[in-house]
């Protein structure tokens, strides 16, 4: 959350982060209220996820709705796979860039490349999970992890005292508040557990109520993501990184511990990520092809090991957990948390026109033109440039920079952030 506030602003990212909450929120109650719509209208049906929803909402819904139905759920079903797969490849990142860090103080530095194809047999045995019933109380202890990571990273920080908030920026510009956005709803990304979680519930009802799941743990969400945020961005500033462990100095062994404890939550908790996309793909699979049910095993622990290999090598090609963290959370969860629900939205209600009043169209446009500033960060083209340890992020507009102008922006910044005097 350091890096959101680093790249929104005291003020911005904190306005942000609750207009983001409450949008989420939002937009999950338009899906849970499609999905319960659908399985009324169809027969002999108890529950839907996320891409049956979609199917079935535009197919009972009227015009160029049920044309799209199939294209829709390919689409939904994409980019849930995509989101997945960019949550699994910054899990690895996370858990690296930690553990390397600890190593480094020992002087064992292999480079981050190979201690990532360290990390990749240890990460192929929690793939190999199939149930719920069995990823559910190793997410539980990374949890716990997670918890212990972030109370002790914070304790750090206090404990160390803060600096003034003088030096630090209150609000930013369109493209680092573009980054901050994307990083804000990256952490709040959680739509695809949406369904299964109320469907799994005793009574399904408790999710979604006033005072429910759903919008009490949102709103406690809130309150810690917005006071880790302040706290690390006026704790380290520009220097901030993009997991707050990150920033404590690896040369303390009870830091070392506190990385090591979060690493291992993360790593706890990427099963259930795994498995999320994992499903996308096997379900698939098994539907068209006669050879998966007939070598059902075979296939299935080569294709977890495939999909493992390749989140590793998405991890190694993209080294920059801030950037792929914005990049992610800017394009496909913008895309699955605000601009699939709000056509679902409109679906469900089109099959009843007089629901479909003036104001839900002024509302759906709201979200929508919201969510089409987090999918222009990755229009806005831009380059990373390295001055040692310093990552200094320059953008390029519509990519006609000259590689001059280039060097003299990345050389402003850097002074800039270094407080030098050019």
């Not at 909450?21 to 899906?31: A, Q, R, T």
């Not at 045995?125 to 109380?137: D, K, M």
């Not at 006026?234 to 100095?249: Q, R």
């Amino acid at each position: 959350m350091g890096d959101c506030y680093k790249n929104g602003g005291l003020v911005y990212a904190s306005i942000q982060m609750l207009i983001v909450g409450i949008m989420c929120v939002h937009c999950e109650l338009m899906l849970i209220f499609g999905s319960l719509d659908a399985v009324s209208k169809t027969e002999g049906a108890q529950l839907f996820e996320y891409p049956d929803t979609t199917e079935k909402c535009f197919q009972y819904a009227p015009g160029c709705f049920k044309r799209t139905a199939k294209v829709m759920r390919t689409i939904t079903e994409s980019f849930l796979f995509v989101t997945q797969f960019g949550f699994c490849s910054i899990y690895i990142l996370f858990i690296t860039q930690n553990l390397y860090q600890v190593l480094e103080t020992y002087d064992i530095d292999y480079g981050q490349p190979l201690t990532t194809l360290f990390c990749m047999p240890f990460v192929m045995v929690p793939s190999l999970f199939t149930g719920l019933n069995h990823i559910a109380p190793v997410s539980n202890i990374g949890n716990i992890c997670l918890v212990f990571g972030l109370i002790a990273t914070l304790t750090v920080a206090f404990m160390d005292g803060m600096p003034s908030t003088e030096d630090r920026s209150l609000i930013t510009n369109i493209p680092h508040m573009a980054l901050s956005f994307g990083t804000s709803l990256f952490s709040y990304e959680g739509i695809a557990l949406v369904l299964p979680l109320r469907n799994a519930m005793e009574d399904p009802n408790d999710f979604n109520r006033p005072l429910g799941i759903l919008n009490v743990v949102t709103a406690l969400i809130t309150v810690v993501f917005i006071f880790t945020g302040v706290t690390s961005y006026i704790k380290w500033g520009e220097e901030v990184k993009g997991s707050i462990t990150l920033n404590l100095d690896e040369t303390v062994p009870f830091n070392q511990a506190v990385k090591l404890v979060t690493a291992a939550g993360v790593y706890l908790g990427y099963p259930i990520q795994f498995y999320i996309m994992f499903q996308i793909i096997w379900v698939r699979i098994l539907q068209r092809w006669d050879f998966a049910q007939r070598h059902t095993l075979i296939l299935e622990v080569f294709l977890r090991f495939l999909c493992v290999i390749l989140t590793f090598c998405a991890a190694m090609m993209i080294p920059n957990l801030e950037l792929f963290i914005s990049l992610i959370g800017a394009l496909c969860s913008t895309t699955l948390a605000f601009v699939i629900p709000v056509f679902i939205d409109f679906a469900v209600k089109a099959q009843t026109p007089e629901e479909l009043k003036w104001y839900i169209y002024v509302k759906n446009v709201i979200i929508l033109l919201i969510a089409s500033f987090g999918v222009g960060l990755v229009i806005n083209m831009k380059v990373t440039v390295c001055f040692g340890e310093t990552r200094i992020v320059v953008p390029c507009g519509n990519g006609n920079l000259l590689v001059k102008d280039l060097i003299n922006e990345a050389t402003r910044r850097y002074k800039k952030a270094a407080g030098k005097v050019s």
